[in-house]
């Protein structure tokens, strides 16, 4: 199937780069990426596909926990007053 595209310039030159440095087609690069980027497993939000470093961490599911201890310990130790504060 034959369809118009418009793709900026800069991404245009990046992709007619990249295709050449492996010896394909513009044709053949844009349907590979197209390719991958319509199988690529979808996430949890609409539209997203979930970077490769989340599956490496585990989406750090409970880091907003920990986040929660250390601004806690943050504000108690703010509301220490050092002696030469005091005078």
Do not use: C, N, Y
């Amino acid at each position: 199937m034959k369809t118009t595209l418009d793709i900026p310039d800069p991404l245009f030159r990046q992709a007619k780069a990249r295709a050449a440095l492996r010896g394909i087609s513009l044709r053949q690069f844009v349907s590979e990426a197209l390719e991958e980027k319509v199988t690529a497993p979808a996430s949890g939000r609409a539209g997203s596909v979930e970077p490769p470093w989340m599956r490496g961490f585990g989406a750090l599911a409970d880091l907003h926990l920990e986040t929660g201890k250390i601004e806690a310990l943050i504000a108690e130790e703010f509301e220490v007053l050092d002696e030469e504060d005091r005078s």
